[in-house]
């Protein structure tokens, strides 16, 4: 059973920073790639970061970088995204994504994400 839970969400004041944690269940750490989206109204869901499980190899979108940092705790089974200097535009909802690791860290593609957890809700006010 593969199994992620985010957490962390909430409101926000634009420039301030938040952390989100998602809880993995899932069958063979070592082979997965997990992966942060996120999801504004009225838009598509949009790639956001990457980190292999077992080496920790990170991967950004382009307007992430400097802001935003993936990361993962083995021990805890846990992955985060802290996010620095939010931005109005940063408001959506927060998904935590795992897949195969076989391919390259770089694959963005929403659909090659074979497990996702159910979201957590980001607001950044202006």
């Known amino acids: 059973q593969v199994r992620l839970v985010e957490s962390g969400g909430g409101l926000v004041q634009a420039g301030g920073s938040l952390r989100l944690s998602c809880a993995a269940s899932?069958?063979?750490?070592?082979?997965?790639?997990m992966g942060w989206f996120r999801q504004a109204p009225g838009k598509e869901r949009e790639f956001v970061a990457a980190i292999t499980w077992s080496g920790g190899d990170t991967y950004y979108a382009d307007s992430m970088t400097g802001r935003f940092t993936i990361s993962r705790d083995k021990a805890k089974n846990m992955m985060y995204l802290h996010m620095n200097s939010l931005k109005h535009e940063d408001t959506a909802v927060y998904y935590c994504?795992?897949?195969?690791?076989?391919?390259?860290?770089?694959?963005?593609?929403?659909?090659?994400?074979?497990?996702w957890g159910q979201g957590t809700q980001v607001t950044v006010s202006s």
């Open positions: 994504a795992a897949r195969s690791s076989l391919g390259s860290i770089t694959i963005t593609t929403v659909g090659l994400f074979d497990y």
């Open positions: 899932l069958r063979t750490f070592s082979t997965y790639t």
